[in-house]
């Protein structure tokens, strides 16, 4: 008798689903699905809550774990687990590339258009020097250096080298030791999702403004090169190591493509139903192009 495949799906800690917690479950719950439709008996699955049931991780061996988790103790048991032969979506590496520092350097090749940031330490503060490279009557971002966004704070729009230095302050009372300084790109904003070379969405947002959450009306039907911004994100994915990713683009008055931020594993939220198919045959050809197992079970599904 076969060995049925042990799976294994992490949710994101809530901390870290700001303004998220239901849609990121959601996702996972529905990709575990897929697989739980496409293996049926030939598998056995155990979710967990990080905050909760982390203990899991080591009483048990799984052969293909979906992990949402960004926690760093979660992320080194997930190392562990890959050295053993584990394969992990996204992969532990791929999640630490996320985080604002590695993504401002991994994506500062020319053809992503990143905006032009630097880095500062929040305890040694900054000079209006740091702010050369930026137009300052237009605004630009501050953001925390580590993670993406916990609370709404942790990335704010500012115009002036005051303001800049009161979030400063805020961040250094929270203990956020780096912080990015980062232009900022004006346009049509487009949000969209990927599965590495098979899958591609997008979402219109409206135009950019101030406040990454007020929704102003923009043009949907805006001409850009959709073609190339969709080889673009998933070139990116490949060079962060993610399989599952999601973005913000910017198209500018001149046609020009923006990637302004990149993410592991997003929530698909208008796409979610359609999305979760392609993620869990994504996931079953990477374990059998990565694990030589028993019966090539795999192969039979």
Not at 80 to 87: F, I, P, T
Request: with cysteine.
């Amino acid at each position: 008798m076969t060995t049925p495949l042990n799976l294994l799906g992490i949710y994101r800690e809530a901390k870290y689903s700001n303004h998220a917690v239901d849609a990121d479950c959601a996702i996972l719950d529905a990709v575990m699905g897929a697989l739980a439709v496409r293996l049926g008996e030939s598998c056995s699955i155990v979710k967990i809550h990080p905050e909760r049931d982390s203990h899991l991780l080591e009483q048990s061996s799984y052969d293909l774990i979906l992990s949402m988790a960004q926690d760093e103790t979660i992320l080194a048991a997930l190392e562990e687990l890959e050295s053993k032969g584990a394969v992990v979506l996204n992969s532990s590496r791929a999640i630490r590339n996320c985080f604002r520092i590695g993504l401002s350097n991994l994506l500062s090749e020319a053809a992503f258009s990143y905006p032009r940031s630097t880095l500062i330490s929040v305890n040694s503060g900054m000079t209006i020097n740091s702010l050369n490279f930026l137009n300052i009557s237009r605004g630009f971002w501050i953001k925390r250096g580590d993670y993406h966004a916990l609370l709404d704070e942790d990335v704010t729009y500012v115009e002036s080298f005051a303001a800049v230095n009161r979030v400063l302050g805020d961040f250094k009372n929270r203990g956020i030791a780096k912080a990015i300084i980062q232009e900022h790109c004006q346009g049509e904003l487009f949000k969209f999702y990927g599965v590495r070379d098979s899958f591609f969405a997008l979402r219109h947002m409206g135009k950019t403004t101030k406040d990454r959450y007020l929704t102003v009306s923009g043009d949907p039907h805006i001409a850009f090169d959709r073609q190339r911004l969709e080889s673009l994100a998933h070139r990116a994915a490949r060079k962060l190591g993610l399989d599952y990713f999601g973005g913000d683009c910017v198209v500018n008055e001149s046609d020009k493509l923006h990637i302004i931020d990149f993410n592991d594993w997003p929530s698909f939220r208008t796409c979610r139903n359609e999305v979760a198919p392609y993620m869990a045959s994504y996931a079953l050809r990477k374990f059998e192009s990565e694990v030589s197992y028993d019966n090539c079970l795999v192969q039979r599904v």
